[in-house]
Each structure stands twice: as structure tokens, then as C-alpha cells.
């Protein structure tokens, strides 16, 4: 069997690590001929993210309360059955994995400050709204006798 193509970065030099990944593998539906009913080939990958000491503890933090409703005794799990391959299926469920942690300890975005809308601009969207209407109001049908 081919290598795995990971390490998978969630950010920057923090990975997945490869040791804290439980893998689950069955049969999938979906396409694959008479191979469908021999192969195991659906891929459910889980994560223990409270015991995890991969990730840096604000980032673990902020997983941990965002990711809340998906977690299962502190372990987040993601399926994969795309593909009829179950090596494609690993590498799209650690993908996914990666990519849902990366998410889940970004930190927030910055608050929007509020700003004044121009006077100017204000005017000029009043005016041409009038204009507007002027226009519609001289298609009324009552003066086309």
C-alpha cells in the first residue's frame, strides 16, 4: 500500500499527529461493482481533541467551544466514502479533519468599528434615488391617452 501523504497541517508548524488518530474503516454504499461488497472501504477518522496535547492550549480552547455540538466525549470524528478506494477515502478524511481543526481554533475576527456614512454621499444617493422615481413617475400610463 502507497504511503500516506500527511503530515497534515492544520496552521502554520502545528500537524496532525499521526499517533493520536484513530482510523474506522467499513462498507461503504455508493459505486463499486462486485469490489462493493468484499472491500472495506468507508473511512470514519476520530480525533481525541480534550486529551490532545498536539495543539497549543488557546487553540484547543477555542476548538473545544466551537466545535461543542460535534463532539462526542471530547473526540471529533469525520467520514469519508467518496471514493471507491479506501486510501483516497483516508487522505479526504484527514484532509477534512485538518481543515475542520484549522477552522475551529482560528481566532475570532476582529470587530467591525462603526463608521459614519458621509454626508456627501448620502446627498448624492438621495438625489439620484429622486431622479429615479421622476423617471418612473413620467412613464405612468394616465398621460398616454
Same mark, same amino acid.
Given at each position: 500500500?502507497?504511503?500516506?501523504?500527511?503530515?497534515?497541517?492544520?496552521?502554520?508548524?502545528?500537524?496532525?499527529?499521526?499517533?493520536?488518530?484513530?482510523?474506522?474503516?467499513?462498507?461503504?454504499?455508493?459505486?463499486?461493482?462486485?469490489?462493493?461488497?468484499?472491500?472495506?472501504?468507508?473511512?470514519?477518522?476520530?480525533?481525541? %481533541?480534550? /486529551?490532545?496535547?498536539?495543539? *497549543? @492550549?488557546?487553540?484547543?480552547? =477555542? !476548538?473545544?467551544?466551537?466545535?461543542? +455540538?460535534?463532539?462526542?466525549?471530547?473526540?471529533?470524528?469525520?467520514?469519508?466514502?467518496?471514493?471507491?478506494?479506501?486510501?483516497?477515502?483516508?487522505?479526504?478524511?484527514?484532509?477534512?479533519?485538518?481543515? %475542520?481543526? /484549522?477552522?475551529?481554533?482560528? *481566532? @475570532?475576527?476582529?470587530?467591525? =468599528? !462603526?463608521?459614519?456614512?458621509?454626508? +456627501?454621499?448620502?446627498?448624492?444617493?438621495?438625489?439620484?434615488?429622486?431622479?429615479?422615481?421622476?423617471?418612473?413617475?413620467?412613464?405612468?400610463?394616465?398621460?398616454?391617452?
Amino acid at each position: 500500500m502507497e504511503r500516506m501523504s500527511g503530515p497534515y497541517v492544520i496552521r502554520g508548524s502545528v500537524t496532525l499527529p499521526e499517533g493520536e488518530l484513530m482510523w474506522r474503516f467499513s462498507r461503504s454504499s455508493g459505486p463499486g461493482g462486485q469490489h462493493v461488497n468484499t472491500s472495506d472501504s468507508q473511512v470514519e477518522l476520530r480525533f481525541d %481533541l480534550a /486529551a490532545t496535547e498536539a495543539l *497549543p @492550549p488557546v487553540w484547543k480552547e =477555542r !476548538a473545544l467551544a466551537r466545535l461543542a +455540538g460535534r463532539l462526542v466525549d471530547g473526540v471529533v470524528s469525520v467520514r469519508a466514502s467518496e471514493h471507491r478506494s479506501q486510501w483516497r477515502n483516508r487522505e479526504t478524511a484527514a484532509v477534512r479533519l485538518a481543515a %475542520l481543526l /484549522a477552522e475551529a481554533s482560528a *481566532p @475570532p475576527p476582529k470587530p467591525r =468599528r !462603526a463608521t459614519k456614512i458621509p454626508r +456627501g454621499i448620502n446627498e448624492r444617493r438621495l438625489r439620484e434615488k429622486k431622479q429615479r422615481a421622476e423617471t418612473k413617475r413620467g412613464r405612468s400610463a394616465r398621460d398616454w391617452h
